[in-house]
């Protein structure tokens, strides 16, 4: 993992800031670990580094951050070369090397870089994200601390129907009364198991027993009874090769609106971190191929996109598991 020598940077303004922000401690931390900085011998890629540790908002509690990172394209074309030096040629060689390793599918070039991102996530989401076995994952312990009192509410434009055509996805909008009382019902049951979790547990916020007469459940009891929509955490390690199988799984149109939203900024991540393999990767394998990458990136709603922000908005394309 690379011990960058990253450029002084506090500010929180080139990615897209968090809806719900961070308490000031983390903030804090971030801040203090971007300033702390090594110089080393190995790939650094500035424009990863620009938004090194810092979340981009996903959802409406959620975020990714990159914590680390192995490699750079050249790593890349380095290891299909088994170079004993820095193994890279001229840019356009190089790309034309990448290219062809993605478009004959070779696998293992790819598997020489790593990331590893920090992934703030409703359970229901987490649940389809951990299916990918090929990443390596450390989760908050709900069973250590108490979970937050956080939970996804879909955004209007996302309270959809059951498709007619799709068995998996959402077909028309939910709207009008209909709308009003799904979101009342959501809110609802959501704070209740929430008061409920806080009421077995039979701890206040500052950790003191809420009834001095009870002994107050195990946390890793009480939290059973919280809805799937509650946000979880993960450090989640995963080399390229099975980044890009993810990528191509999750930022897709037939994958659930809610995980592809996670997928979508990690694309732009990844643009960041290896621009020559990114527009390999759209060319040859997002989707299956050139159509879907130019459907994505044609789409009205694409226009003006921001970085974090999702390709493609259409609930009916969600599909769901
Ligand atoms: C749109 C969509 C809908 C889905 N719907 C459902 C659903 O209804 N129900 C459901 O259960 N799942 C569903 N899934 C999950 C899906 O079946 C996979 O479990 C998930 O996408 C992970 O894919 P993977 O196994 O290829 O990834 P990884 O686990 O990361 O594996 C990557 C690759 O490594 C190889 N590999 C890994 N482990 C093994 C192994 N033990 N044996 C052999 N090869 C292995 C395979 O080649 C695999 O493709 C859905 C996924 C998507 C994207």
Redesign the pocket.
């Known amino acids: 993992m690379a011990g960058a020598s990253a450029k002084k940077d506090n500010s929180f303004s080139t990615v897209s800031p968090l809806k719900t922000p961070l308490t000031d401690e983390q903030e804090q931390e971030i801040a203090a670990t971007r300033r702390e900085t090594t110089p080393t011998l190995r790939a650094v890629v500035p424009a990863l580094e620009e938004i090194l540790y810092k979340p981009v908002s996903v959802l409406d509690h959620g975020f990714v951050r990159v914590i680390d990172y192995m490699g750079d394209d050249a790593a890349i074309v380095q290891a299909a070369r088994v170079s004993y030096g820095k193994g890279t040629k001229k840019v356009n060689e190089d790309a034309g090397l990448i290219n062809y390793l993605m478009r004959h599918r070779h696998s293992t070039p790819f598997e020489m870089c790593e990331i590893k991102f920090h992934i703030k996530l409703p359970i229901f989401v987490a649940r389809?994200w951990i299916?990918?076995?090929?990443?390596n994952v450390n989760e908050y312990s709900a069973r250590y601390s108490i979970l937050d009192r956080e939970f996804y509410i879909p955004h209007p434009e996302h309270l959809a129907a059951q498709a007619k055509t799709n068995r998996?996805g959402r077909g028309e909008l939910v709207e009008g009364v209909e709308a009003a009382r799904v979101f009342e019902v959501l809110k609802h049951d959501s704070t209740q198991v929430y008061e409920h979790y806080i009421e077995m547990l039979n701890e206040d916020e500052s950790g003191k027993p809420i009834k001095e007469q009870n002994k107050g459940l195990a946390r890793e009891l009480a939290r059973m009874n919280l809805t799937l929509n509650y946000y979880t955490q993960w450090y989640w390690k995963v080399d390229l090769h099975?980044l890009m199988?993810?990528l191509s799984?999750?930022a897709?149109p037939?994958?659930?609106y809610e995980i592809r939203v996670y997928a979508e900024a990690m694309l732009d991540m990844l643009k960041r971190w290896l621009p020559i393999t990114y527009e390999a990767f759209m060319n040859y394998r997002i989707g299956g191929g050139k159509p879907v990458r130019q459907r994505l990136e044609r789409h009205p709603r694409n226009a003006g996109r921001q970085a974090g922000q999702p390709r493609i908005q259409r609930h009916e394309q969600g599909?769901?598991?």
């Open positions: 389809q299916r990918h076995r090929t990443a998996q099975n199988h993810f799984l999750r897709d037939h994958a659930q599909r769901m598991e």
